[in-house]
T-cell receptor, first 112, second 112 residues
Framework: EAGVVQSPRYKIIEKKQPVAFWCNPI?????LYWYRQNLGQGPELLIR????????DSQLPKDRFSAERLKGVDSTLKIQPAELGDSAVYLC??????????FGPGTRLTVT | GDSVTQMEGPVTLSEEAFLTINCTYT??????LFWYVQYPGEGLQLLLK?????DKGSNKGFEATYRKETTSFHLEKGSVQVSDSAVYFC???????????FGAGTRLTVKP
């Protein structure tokens, strides 16, 4: 069974540019999470979806970050415009309802 | 708010040495506790968990006991191998919405 798939794995952009990350969860998992992991820190939740509904986006910086999960399967996280402080690893995870979360390998973003 | 504090790394051990990585938590109520492992270039993988006081989680020779009186969940392994080299994250799950809080991670390097 395929795990959580994320792309791209690495992205380098200049500040003020837009960037998007894509996540395909494990088949059948209705809950999807986006986390940000700063260097030397643990992951921090940005947003959680149950099917296509964002049920917890309290930690998402809504002035520049947006996310969507239109058909309740794969999801896109966007930053526009990116700032230097956005450099981090962006992790996607999925679960079957509130069971164990399975994590993807992450996208490492570097903003120069 | 709820939080997890874990032993700072990096930790370097020789093969077959005994491992302890300390983890303490602050939480209201009775959270579930987890250890995740992150191998280079991969996503976080659940290593073990405990859902109530005095529970012991174990997997692959690792174990941790949920100690309510000391609010701790220390990770131990009697004899580490080179293949155990990774970053280990302690985490708690708050409430019943799968909201995870992670520690900063401890990097373990095992030398032959």
């Amino acid at each position: 069974e395929a795990g959580v798939v994320q792309s791209p794995r690495y992205k380098i952009i200049e500040k003020k540019q837009p960037v998007a990350f894509w996540c395909n969860p494990i088949s059948g998992h209705n809950t999807l999470y986006w986390y940000r992991q700063n260097l030397g820190q643990g992951p921090e939740l940005l947003i959680r979806y149950e099917n296509e509904e964002a049920v917890d986006d309290s930690q998402l910086p809504k002035d520049r970050f947006s996310a969507e999960r239109l058909k309740g399967v794969d999801s896109t996280l966007k930053i526009q415009p990116a700032e230097l402080g956005d450099s981090a690893v962006y992790l996607c995870a999925s679960s079957l309802s509130l069971a164990e979360q399975y994590f993807g390998p992450g996208t490492r973003l570097t903003v120069t | 708010g709820d939080s997890v504090t874990q032993m700072e790394g990096p930790v370097t051990l020789s093969e077959e040495a005994f491992l302890t990585i300390n983890c303490t938590y602050t939480a209201t109520g009775y959270p579930s506790l987890f250890w995740y492992v992150q191998y280079p270039g991969e996503g976080l993988q659940l290593l073990l968990k405990a859902t109530k006081a005095d529970d012991k989680g174990s997997n692959k020779g690792f174990e941790a006991t949920y100690r309510k009186e000391t609010t701790s969940f220390h990770l131990e392994k009697g004899s580490v191998q080179v293949s155990d080299s990774a970053v280990y994250f302690c985490a708690l799950r708050r409430g019943n919405n799968n909201d995870m809080r992670f520690g900063a991670g401890t990097r373990l390097t095992v030398k032959p």
